[in-house]
Structures are given as C-alpha cells and as structure tokens.
C-alpha cells in the first residue's frame, strides 16, 4: 500500500481496508502511510516473552494482552494516528470485529536498531497524550534496559528504569508484574 502521489494523503478509511489486505503492515500519521520493516529474532523473542507473560499472569482477570497485529489509534491536537505496538493491554470490554483499539491501559515497545529514535520519540509522546494509558514500557532486547513511564495520580508520567534481570515490574494497574527475567528469557545479550 504505497502512496502514488506522495502530496496524497490517504484516508483513514482507505488506510483500515489497505491494512485487511496487505501482507505488510503500515503505519499511519495524518494521512501518511509508513511501512514497517521486520525486526531482528531477539525483537521477536522479548515481546514474545513479555506477552506471554502477560497472558499467563492475566488469565481470569479483566484486562487482555493483544500482540503486535493490534493496531492503537491515537487522537493528536492536528492529525489521528495508528501505531501497531509490539503488546498491549486493554482492560476494557473489546468489540471483536474492530481493526483497532483507542483504549490502551499498557502499552509496550521493543526497540530496534531502525526505530529506536522513533520509538523512543516520536511514539513516546503519542503514546502518553493516550487518557487510557496508565503504563508505557520501552524494552531494549540486546541488553538489560527497561524504561517505564507510569501515570501519576495527578496526570503526569513518572519514569522508571529497570537494569538488573531479578528486577520484576509491579503492573497493578493491571492487577499483575512483569518480571524482567521473564522478558529477557532465551535472548543472548550483546
């Protein structure tokens, strides 16, 4: 689904029935479309291993993980966005024919060598404009590095950093933790 005319922008509607049909999936900023590139297996293997672990510790309680082909769409000031995040948590009731969700309570993002500016950006600040959102974790899967932004009861973001794989991740917005050992599982840091 490339944009023939680049002054084109696509609408969401035609960017939603782009996405049904295409064997690769794209991301949307205001009517432009981005393909995204695969990752590398340790991207693969720590949002795996921080899905499963979600899914696990989360069976029987209210809120769901969805996995990376759950896409997230955000209301900015100027323009709607659709993001597809590595994993997600929604805690809310799902309508289960719906190609998107607007309601993340936790969102996570594994870095990559060609997103990281991106996802630790651009991403970032998108995501935190999201009411929904109470946890934003940001996962570097060549190394012990987890960022975590945590809504305040006041409205702001408050950082937190992980380093160290006994560490777990206490998630009670979601009534569950995510140990860093369990992420980290089966990858060969660098």
């Given at each position: 689904m490339a944009l023939e005319n680049k002054s084109e922008l696509v609408s969401i509607d035609d960017y939603l029935e782009g996405e049904l049909v295409s064997e690769v999936?794209?991301?949307?900023?205001?009517?432009?479309?981005h393909a995204m590139a695969g990752g590398k297996m340790r991207h693969h293997k720590a949002a795996g291993n921080a899905y499963s672990s979600l899914h696990h510790s989360l069976k029987g309680k209210p809120c769901q993980p969805f996995n990376s082909d759950t896409k997230t769409r955000i209301h900015l000031p100027n323009q709607v966005r659709f993001y597809y995040p590595d994993v997600q948590v929604?805690?809310?009731?799902?309508?289960?024919?719906?190609?998107?969700?607007?309601i993340p309570t936790v969102v996570i993002e594994v870095l990559s060598d060609s997103t990281s500016r991106t996802d630790r950006g651009e991403k970032r600040d998108a995501y935190l404009l999201v009411p929904s959102l109470k946890v934003l974790i940001i996962i570097d899967p060549s190394k012990i590095c987890v960022d975590v932004d945590r809504r305040?009861?006041?409205?702001?973001?408050?950082?937190?950093?992980?380093?160290?794989?006994?560490?777990?991740?206490?998630?009670?917005?979601?009534?569950?933790?995510?140990?860093?050992?369990?992420?980290y599982e089966g990858i060969t840091l660098v």
């Open positions: 999936k794209h991301e949307y900023l205001g009517g432009v479309i929604i805690c809310d009731p799902v309508d289960e024919d719906s190609l998107f969700t607007d305040a009861p006041h409205g702001a973001f408050i950082p937190e950093h992980y380093n160290l794989m006994e560490e777990v991740i206490h998630l009670p917005e979601i009534e569950t933790s995510l140990p860093v050992a369990d992420i």
